[in-house]
């Protein structure tokens, strides 16, 4: 095996504004307690992550039970390969995962019969050999199921009531014979799924120092679902429909200016909205504040009106010329 190592362009260390720190404990850690968001940020500068740039994000669970609540913090296999990548002794397998199959496994559950994954990547030594790091992860343990009953579900009273409105909560049952099956993209592609799990164990195993105490989002799946309580998942279906019927969930989640609440943007709007921002600004700085702190929701438009986005973007470095001139 080459011992030579691909240049990696270094992340830059990331520079917080207290107005930036305030803003990110508003939106993007919004769960957090003070102790858990001074980790975040410790854990994030430690890392060179942005969090404006989704590279890490804080997941609080059972946030109304103190013995029960913790926060994890998640990012993307993108940002572990990066992370390892900048050490400049990390080098990716050049053959694919193994991933293990066995017949008897196959259920609604597993529909591939997946037992495992099995993910290699590769350390230099300082003898200059590269040596691997392997990582395992087994189906059962990772995999989010969700229950569905061949006769559908009902809504059943959990003796709780909602503290907004006194209107009693409700869960729902799954009717006739329950089967679990997998959730999402587990569901449409598990075995890309289980192999950034075996991936992330590898380059954590590899690279503890970098990577330990963060977990890439494909890992925390199945966290996610068991620690939802029955209730939990009910206030979470009661918010989705509630974001879907105010036009939340196909919106671009946008703040105009500092200390402004975040403006829920219905994607039809968002462009029209835009440019009368970057009229309406006075000074080129606003913009480029402005452009820096909604660059993930930007990028999000950019994603779903591609043209209108790039309109978008060159409206805004216009604008801040005129304005600097």
């Keep these: 095996m080459s011992n030579a190592v691909t240049n990696v362009t270094p992340i830059r260390e990331i520079d917080l504004t207290p107005t930036q720190v305030a803003l990110i404990k508003r939106t993007l850690a919004a769960d957090t307690n003070d102790d858990e968001f001074n980790l975040f940020i410790e854990v994030a500068r430690r890392m060179k992550a942005d969090?404006?740039?989704?590279?890490?994000?804080?997941?609080?669970?059972?946030?109304?039970?103190?013995?029960?609540?913790?926060?994890?913090?998640?990012?993307?296999?993108?940002?572990?390969?990066?992370v390892a990548a900048r050490n400049r002794d990390y080098r990716p397998d050049d053959q694919e995962a193994t991933i293990t199959y066995d017949e008897n496994a196959?259920?609604?559950?597993?529909?591939?019969?997946?037992?495992k994954a099995v993910v290699r990547a590769y350390k230099l030594a300082p003898s200059g050999d590269w040596w691997p790091v392997v990582g395992e992860a087994y189906w059962q343990e990772y995999v989010p199921t969700d229950e569905e009953g061949d006769?559908?579900?009902?809504?059943?009273?959990?003796?709780?009531?909602?503290?907004?409105t006194g209107r009693p909560k409700k869960k729902k049952v799954p009717l006739g014979t329950v089967r679990r099956k997998p959730k999402g993209k587990w569901a449409s592609m598990p075995r890309v799924m289980i192999t950034k799990c075996a991936e992330a164990v590898a380059l954590r195993r590899?690279?503890?120092?970098?990577?330990?105490?963060?977990?890439?989002?494909?890992?925390?799946?199945k966290a996610v679902a068991e620690d939802l309580s029955a209730t939990e998942l009910a206030e979470q279906a009661d918010a989705e429909k509630r974001l879907k019927l105010s036009g939340a969930k196909d919106a671009i989640m946008i703040l105009w200016h500092p200390g402004d609440a975040l403006d829920a943007v219905p994607i039809g709007q968002f462009a029209d909205k835009a440019m009368a921002f970057l009229k309406a600004a006075t000074n080129a700085s606003d913009v480029k504040a402005w452009q820096e702190?909604?660059?993930?929701?930007?990028?999000?438009?950019?994603?779903?009106?591609?043209?209108?986005?790039?309109?978008?973007?060159?409206?805004?470095?216009?604008?801040?010329?005129?304005l600097a001139a």
Aim: charged share 35%; glycine share 6%; proline share 5%.
């Design 51 to 82: 969090p404006f740039r989704r590279h890490l994000y804080a997941l609080v669970y059972n946030k109304d039970d103190p013995k029960k609540r913790r926060m994890s913090i998640v990012t993307g296999i993108d940002f572990y390969r990066t």
């Design 106 to 115: 196959k259920c609604d559950e597993n529909p591939l019969g997946i037992v």
């Design 151 to 164: 006769e559908g579900f009902e809504w059943v009273e959990t003796g709780e009531v909602w503290k907004d």
């Design 206 to 221: 590899g690279w503890p120092e970098d990577l330990s105490g963060v977990y890439v989002q494909e890992e925390m799946d």
């Design 293 to 322: 702190t909604n660059r993930a929701p930007l990028r999000e438009f950019w994603a779903k009106q591609k043209s209108d986005g790039l309109e978008l973007a060159k409206a805004a470095e216009a604008r801040i010329k005129e």
